[in-house]
């Protein structure tokens, strides 16, 4: 018996064919999105989970800013994590991480820039539950030792044995350490990815860093993480440490977060790297929900019609003692059978498309046993939601009367009819408010990318690299000084200058401080500010224009040196007129600064964020050569000629060194490369809604129109046109799409405002973004309705009235 009820639901399929590609189509289509989506969902919420992932907690800086603590700083002090470690007896241990961003290892002749790295106490390996693959933990306490990972010491070593050797690193002077460990590769769901760790003891000796070592409160450049206790309660310890003042400053707290928290919901300055956004994992899961649900009631829509024209058929099943168990039961099987065909081939579109995904969002997701766990959530999801839809037609089927239908005079009762309204009208809010929010990011990212940013980056060249030699800071500055006045002769460059940082470059080189007194003698303790370096012609090289005063002032040895603010920073000073503070002085860092000019605000760090208080100075500073090239490399063969003479002008100059360059405007543009990858992931998701939607609309309509049919003929016959049957069939939908809209605007205008929230500086929500949304939703209608309905008016009335 069961066999055969599997033998009718295929004999079924295949005779509907039109019903049956629709159904299947349609189903495999909103799965396979589902799941491609899902898994990315799961990518991003896996990150920084392990065996004990939910013991370890990070510290982060609050600072006071108007009266109200805001998270301000993802670093914290060298002594954060031993007194913490010693006030609160819920933490096991901590383990403080000094980022080494510009490292260069040389082996032999072998040359590898390697900027993910840190120095780190040797209990990272049991607060993060890493083991060593060779080597020893207990070697690595020592000073100018280092653990690599396994890939980066195959590409230092070869296949030599590592441990034991000695490699040189140079970060601004060089050092010898001694491989003591292998570690295994760490996963990519990490917010703090490392290829190496050098012992932290080697601050003591390492020259650069040698200064930091002393504990205290002066400098937070440390990551810190806490091991806790595993009963301990995390909101009551977060509540004890941030109303204890553990460093005598009530300007500024110690707070913690979760270490799975970090990647998705902590946006910090000087994070270790770009996070993640929740926002965006929450968009893609409504889309992704938006998109299975629609391929479930184009099923329930298109098989509640299709039950009215197998009504004879379940008439003379029931006349023949069929049972309504089993008519249900025909009917699931039925929707079973689709619901396999349509996953199995939502699996091979997964199968197909999840390489050309990863290679979008340049993450490495994989569908398989590994993730399974992990998926069994939406597994059950689209299994209960697939029966949940082939439920309810089997229900409609079941409960026809055999009498009625054998008489043919089974209908659409009002309340069927209102149900499968109400369901085209959902599919037709959610494709409306898909479309809202399209359009709404589209503009959003279009509006970054023109807004002004307050200078001139086109054709700027940053140039950096590491010398592999040591030589003094003086013979340095020589020979950059050199570098410049050589790139200056060249035909192509405009103007050269040198600076620590750049538009674009985020916080990664800039230094933050605190504790400032202003030129009318008040201290601002709590003033945080922005500070960085660069030569006079820098404000040239990137147009930044003055609202005051002018660039940097050479100043007599015993002169006070002089600086340029923002004008943000001189509001924060309390002046409205930038000119009165034009050679006035500042105090910080223990110096008096004089003020040159007041420049024009710029966006340093995007539009993401807020314009930040900035100060330059003057200093002699080689990090970054900037070179700005005139309108004779405007061309791509042009620029690819200049940037070949300058690499090799640069190699002749420092022959013993690396190299890497940046246009700056590519660099500042890359900020949003996140968001327009989501812009066209939103698109291509909403189209595929829309398609979905369509493809229901499509074969509710052939339907209709074959029910009508009739109805069409004596309409036809008694003189009706192609134009008055058309807009009869049209215009019931058409009033769906409207009322669809209408409930769509309000919920369309909140999310995307909410959206919206994450940007300083964003687009508005225009009218005619509403407006577009219900043209594009009443054509899709009109276009896949009037496909049918001009076919059906155009048909020849003789044939469908030759049955009465």
Not at 122 to 138: C, K, P, Q, V
Not at 704 to 717: D, N, P, S, T
Request: aromatic letters at 12%; charged letters at 20%.
């Amino acid at each position: 018996m069961n066999l055969l009820y599997f033998k009718i639901a295929f004999r079924y399929l295949i005779k509907n064919k039109l019903y049956s590609f629709i159904n299947i189509i349609g189903l495999s289509l909103g799965t396979a999105a589902f799941i491609i989506i899902s898994l990315y969902v799961s990518y991003e919420k896996s990150y920084d989970t392990f065996e004990g992932s939910d013991h370890v907690y990070r510290v982060y800086m609050d600072y006071l800013e108007g009266g109200i603590f805001e998270p301000g700083d993802a670093q914290t002090y060298n002594l954060s994590g031993p007194t913490i470690e010693k006030q609160f007896p819920e933490v096991i241990d901590y383990v403080r991480l000094f980022r080494l961003e510009n490292v260069t290892f040389v082996n032999k002749d072998k040359i590898i820039e390697q900027p993910r790295g840190a120095l780190a106490d040797a209990s990272y390996f049991d607060i993060f539950n890493t083991a060593l693959l060779e080597g020893s933990i207990e070697e690595y306490n020592k000073p100018n030792t280092i653990i690599l990972s396994e890939s980066l010491a195959k590409k230092i070593f070869g296949e030599e044995d590592p441990i034991a050797k000695t490699i040189s690193a140079f970060y601004e002077e060089n050092v010898l350490l001694e491989v003591v460990g292998i570690m295994p590769d760490q996963s990519e769901t990490t917010h703090m990815k490392l290829n190496y760790l050098v012992s932290f003891e080697t601050m003591k000796t390492w020259y650069p860093m040698s200064s930091g070592w002393e504990l205290n409160w002066n400098a937070n450049n440390f990551f810190t993480y806490l091991k806790l206790h595993k009963n301990t309660d995390f909101e009551e310890l977060q509540d004890k440490l941030i109303h204890i003042d553990i460093e005598n400053n009530s300007n500024e707290r110690h707070n913690i977060e979760r270490l799975s928290d970090i990647h998705l919901y902590s946006d910090k300055p000087y994070e270790a790297e770009t996070n993640g956004s929740r926002s965006r994992i929450r968009f893609l899961s409504v889309i992704a929900i938006i998109i299975l649900i629609l391929s479930w009631l184009n099923y329930i829509n298109l098989s509640t019609v299709r039950s009215l024209e197998r009504s004879r058929e379940v008439g003379i099943r029931k006349v023949a003692g069929a049972k309504r168990s089993q008519l249900i039961t025909q009917s699931l099987i039925e929707s079973l059978c689709l619901f396999v065909l349509a996953f199995i081939i939502a699996i091979i579109l997964v199968a197909f498309l999840l390489p050309v995904f990863n290679n979008f969002v340049e993450k490495s997701l994989v569908f398989g046993i590994a993730n399974f766990k992990s998926l069994l959530p939406f597994a059950g999801l689209i299994l209960l939601g697939s029966l949940l839809a082939g439920f309810y037609p089997a229900i409609i089927l079941s409960n026809f009367s055999p009498i009625k239908a054998l008489k043919g005079k089974i209908s659409n009762s009002s309340n069927k009819l209102n149900i499968r309204k109400g369901l085209i009208t959902l599919q037709f809010f959610a494709t409306i408010t898909l479309i809202i929010g399209t359009l709404v990011v589209a503009k959003q990212i279009h509006f970054l990318k023109e807004q002004p940013i307050g200078v001139e980056l086109s054709q700027v060249l940053a140039l950096n690299g590491k010398v592999l030699e040591s030589i003094s800071d003086s013979l340095m500055i020589k020979k950059v000084a050199v570098f410049e006045s050589e790139l200056k002769n060249l035909s192509f460059v405009e103007s050269v200058a040198t600076a620590s940082t750049y538009p674009g470059d985020g916080y990664n080189n800039l230094s933050s401080t605190v504790g400032i007194e202003f030129p009318n003698g008040k201290t601002e303790e709590r003033q945080l500010f922005y500070i960085y370096q660069a030569s006079p012609n820098y404000f040239n090289v990137v147009n930044i224009q003055f609202v005051a005063g002018k660039a940097f002032i050479k100043s007599s040895e015993n002169s006070p040196r002089t600086i340029v603010i923002n004008e943000k920073f001189a509001r924060k000073m309390g002046y409205s007129n930038p000119n009165e503070l034009v050679d006035k002085q500042v105090k910080f860092w223990d110096e008096n600064w004089t003020i040159s000019g007041v420049m024009e605000d710029y966006h340093h760090f995007g539009l993401k964020t807020g314009i930040e208080p900035l100060i330059i100075f003057n200093d002699q500073v080689y990090d970054n050569v900037l070179v700005k090239f005139n309108s004779s490399s405007s061309s791509v063969a042009g620029m690819q000629t200049s940037l070949d003479k300058v690499k090799t002008l640069y190699t002749s100059i420092f022959p013993n060194s690396t190299l890497n360059y940046t246009f700056l405007d590519k660099k500042f543009e890359a900020q949003y490369t996140e968001d327009r990858k989501f812009g066209v992931a939103f698109q291509i998701f909403t189209s595929l809604a829309i398609f979905i939607a369509a493809l229901g609309l499509f074969g509710l309509t052939s339907y209709m129109c074959l029910q009508r049919r009739k109805e069409i003929g004596i309409r036809k016959v008694t003189g009706a046109s192609i134009f008055q049957i058309v807009t009869l069939l049209n215009k019931d939908f058409i009033l769906l799409v409207i009322i669809a809209f209408i409930i769509a605007v309000p919920v369309g205008w909140y999310i995307m405002s909410q959206w919206l929230q994450e940007f300083a500086y964003r687009t508005d929500l225009s009218w005619w973004i509403f407006a577009l949304s219900a043209l594009i939703a009443v054509v899709i209608a009109l276009v896949t309705v009037s496909f049918q309905s001009i076919s059906a008016a155009m048909s020849n009335p003789v044939k469908s009235l030759r049955t009465e």
